[in-house]
């Protein structure tokens, strides 16, 4: 077992375990912290960081292990309980109320009250306070702004202050720069570096490990729900990161790509000059040969989802040029880019790709209800024949088709997602984050199918923030960085700093 | 079917109840009349249903109605317009108002129920507006024997307003639990976001269900213009919409949208109006008549919640059962 002490540990987690169903998400963990100091915990997604996390916030309760702070040993059953004990956790989505201005979102249950019982808010107090503690972030604004008027970077400063206001001696940050740009990730670093010379404890959750480099006094690197190493100070670079975290060649777990010079006739998918909502003034174009992984890679915020949003005619764009093998193709909704054999994998599975409520059968046939009916009615023989179908052809883990989704794990539920449009001559599929909150063997059984499907011919679009996945499943990749296209890279280009420097926007 | 057991069981068990504290209730011209009244009622409540499956809800459906029947009458005895002509219009105008809720809900993104109370107000001071606020009826005018057999003739004894009921339910059953557009409207009720990436065109599938609650509204209407013979503007068709909500919900339909059948609205409808019978029968006193209305739907409500989570329950034991023999 690797080394995890720290030599005066504020924080101690031994031996934690914690099964979900069908899915171990962590066995036997261990995790210190010091006094004043930052321990990055980075591995891949799905390796267990933020259930690990989660059961520090008490929002997840363990199976087994031992949690002791200052040496003695606590139970953390609620969030208000870790919040009592000085844990905070600042989360990946912002969680600022944004109705409500920069104060009361500070001092959010814990407003300064006057009048006694009446228990009034006591205005002065609260923005005077407020004022002040963003003046000591270096923040330059009022306290009496609205927080819908903040850029992203000054609402997560926002949360830091809140959490910094509660007297919290451990911050958890996880992902705190992944919507941010270069010069507010520099200005969030100085701060997490302050904090520490405040004798605060950070754990430090970061997909971006030049970040890591800076700033960690010590990585832990969980792999699979297991504890992979420790590299002290000395020892942080990104080779030995990365190759903690992956553990295994990146060769084994990707199949081999396909070659991007398919297209010699002309079988191309084609975006020309997309102009989308959010970024008008930058067109996009590419093209995806017959056969071929397109990588989209980007960091939050870039435009990748508003992209194949607009492809797919689930959203408005300004301009939209999309052809296929030389057709140009009118796509206003997602009915004409589905009856042109173009389908998307959304990113929020929950939320737009499956009805939770419907049961896996349903949601399967959904888009294509007309191929199982005659004059309009279902024919639910021939409905539940195909969902049995795709459900023993892509390996769904389901007692039966008529299991409501919302029962399934997370990779089953994208496996639904993506049967229902297996069996409909997909020409595009689009992928949108795909293995987002996936467990690891699940992960490569979508990657099996993504590169199954180009070699019949499909052409395929993957998003994904995930550096490994993105350079191990594309033949080629394209760089957003805030709706710009920077860059193209082919194959003997690729790798994680290119892909960076591309989108980061200090490229091209 | 599942679904819809325990408020069928609450259903029986009141008729019993009731028939035993008072025989007078299997009287057959007791039971007509509680027939007939099911029957009027469940023809818009049913349409009313559809809209509450999309997440929706549709207030104006009384005001439209004394809208509807003030028209009516002044078509047939003042407008001189023939009976079918009349009927025609009728339907359309209502067809054409819900449209135009349909389309200010999906295209301008207006709250149905602001959009519907705003109907409410609106229909009623129209017919209040046009009559002068005077009753209106249809005298003497030739040719309205099948509307009235409509609406208080028998069909081997069977009120026709229920036998209406039967033949709109039976389609109204196929078009939702059968029919392509009835699992676009459960799906575009539960997400329409997800919907929406499966290709539907759900704006047009909202607006349908406006469109056929509309219509429903209108037969209704016209149904209860021919039993009152009289439409008094001011009250006619007075918080109709509430009963048939009423009876959505008893019936399963979740205000949530995405949730709810035919069969479960018409149970629904036949438990309220078993219930203003009771009242009547049991000589509780009148005045107390929503009280009683109000607590009962409250309890089915409750127990049908209690139903549903038990069996959400059951489904994920059953799945962690299988994963379990999967992975070990």
């Known amino acids: 077992m690797p080394n995890t002490e720290s030599p005066n540990p504020i924080l101690q987690m031994t031996g934690i375990s914690k099964r979900f169903p069908g899915v171990i998400a962590l066995e036997n963990v261990n995790l210190a912290v010091g006094k004043g100091e930052i321990v990055a915990l980075i591995g891949e997604n799905g390796a267990g960081k933020s259930t690990l996390m989660k059961i520090l916030g008490g929002a997840l309760n363990r199976d087994s292990g031992t949690v002791e702070i200052n040496g003695q040993q606590v139970e953390i059953k609620s969030p208000r309980e870790a919040s009592a004990l000085g844990i905070e956790f600042i989360h990946q989505e912002l969680s600022v109320l944004d109705n409500l201005d920069v104060a009361a979102n500070i001092f959010l249950r814990r407003e300064p009250t006057k009048g006694g019982f009446l228990k009034l808010v006591d205005r002065r107090k609260l923005y005077s306070d407020a004022d002040a503690l963003l003046k000591k972030l270096g923040l330059d604004l009022s306290s009496r702004t609205p927080v819908n008027q903040l850029s992203i970077a000054q609402q997560q400063l926002v949360e830091i202050a809140r959490t910094i206001s509660t007297g919290a001696r451990i911050l958890i940050m996880d992902e705190p720069t992944s919507s941010l740009s270069l010069s507010e990730t520099r200005r969030l670093l100085e701060i997490v570096k302050d904090l520490k010379a405040h004798e605060v404890s950070i754990i430090y959750i970061s997909h971006r490990l030049h970040e890591v480099e800076e700033i960690a006094d010590r990585a832990v690197v969980l792999r699979d729900g297991r504890n992979a190493g420790v590299l002290e100070r000395s020892e942080i670079n990104h080779d030995r990161m990365v190759r903690a975290m992956v553990g295994r060649d990146l060769k084994d777990f990707f199949v081999a790509g396909g070659n991007g010079k398919a297209a010699t006739n002309g079988d191309w998918f084609e975006v020309s000059n997309l102009r989308t909502l959010r970024y008008p003034h930058h067109a996009v174009s590419f093209k995806v040969a017959k056969g071929e992984v397109l990588g989209l890679a980007g960091l939050v915020g870039a435009g990748r989802s508003e992209v194949v949003k607009a492809i797919f005619g689930v959203e408005d764009a300004i301009e939209r040029n999309i052809s296929l093998n030389g057709k140009a193709l009118r796509i206003m909704v997602p009915r004409d880019a589905i009856s042109n054999g173009i389908y998307l994998v959304p990113e929020d599975r929950r939320q737009s790709g499956l009805i939770v409520d419907f049961n896996v059968r349903e949601n399967i046939s959904l888009p294509n209800l007309d191929a199982y009916s005659s004059v309009k009615l279902i024919n639910s023989a021939k409905e539940t024949k195909a969902a049995q179908e795709a459900v023993k052809s892509i390996n769904i883990k389901t007692p039966s088709p008529e299991m409501r989704a919302a029962n399934l794990s997370g990779g089953n539920q994208q496996k639904v997602v993506l049967a229902k449009w297996l069996g409909f001559a997909p020409k595009v599929l689009i992928f949108d984050e795909p293995t987002r909150g996936i467990d690891v063997g699940a992960k490569a059984e979508i990657y099996a199918l993504i590169r199954k499907l180009a070699q019949e011919g499909v052409s395929v679009i993957v998003v994904s923030s995930e550096m490994e996945e993105i350079l191990g499943i594309s033949d080629r990749i394209a760089v957003l960085h805030e709706g710009k296209l920077t860059g193209i890279l082919e194959r003997a280009q690729f790798s994680e700093e290119a892909v960076m420097r591309l989108a980061t926007g200090t490229e091209g | ?328």
């Open chain 2, 1 to 328: 079917m599942k679904k819809e057991l325990g408020i069928f069981i609450l259903l029986v068990v009141l008729c019993i109840i009731v028939s035993i504290k008072n025989p007078n209730f299997l009287l057959a011209i007791n039971l007509q009349n509680l027939a007939r009244q099911i029957g009027s009622f469940g023809i818009f409540s049913i349409g009313l249903g559809l809209v509450i499956i999309t997440g929706g809800i549709e207030l104006s459906v009384g005001s439209m109605m004394a809208l509807l029947g003030v028209l009516m009458s002044m078509m047939l005895t003042e407008w001189g317009f023939g009976v079918v002509p009349a009927v025609v219009a009728i339907i359309a105008v209502a067809m054409v108002l819900t449209l135009i809720h349909g389309l200010l809900i999906t295209r301008l993104n207006m709250q149905p129920f602001i959009v519907t109370l705003c109907g409410l107000l609106f229909y009623r001071g129209l017919a209040r507006f046009i009559t002068n606020d005077e009753t209106k009826g249809f005298g003497t005018v030739a040719g309205l024997d099948f509307l009235r057999y409509l609406a208080n003739g028998n069909l081997f004894g069977v009120p026709m307003p229920f036998v209406l009921l039967i033949l709109i339910s039976i389609i109204a059953w196929v078009g939702l639990h059968r029919s392509v557009y009835g699992r676009y409207l459960f799906a575009t009720g539960r997400n329409e976001e997800a919907a929406r990436y499966a290709g539907i065109n759900t704006n047009r599938i909202i607006t349908a269900a406006y469109v056929i609650a509309g219509a429903l509204t209108a037969v209704s209407g016209i149904i209860f213009a021919f039993y009152t013979n009289s439409v008094s503007p001011a009250n006619h068709g007075n918080a109709y919409e509430l009963y048939g909500i009423a009876a959505a919900v008893l019936g399963g339909c979740s205000l949530r949208g995405g949730e709810g059948s035919v069969i479960g609205i018409l149970i629904g409808t036949a438990l309220l109006q078993v219930l203003r019978n009771l009242v009547n029968l049991l000589g509780i006193p009148s005045s107390l008549d929503f009280a009683v209305m109000g607590a009962v739907i409250l309890i089915g409500v409750m127990a049908d919640q209690i139903f549903t989570e038990r069996r959400n329950r059951r489904q994920v034991a059953l799945m962690r059962e299988s994963m379990k023999q999967q992975t070990g």
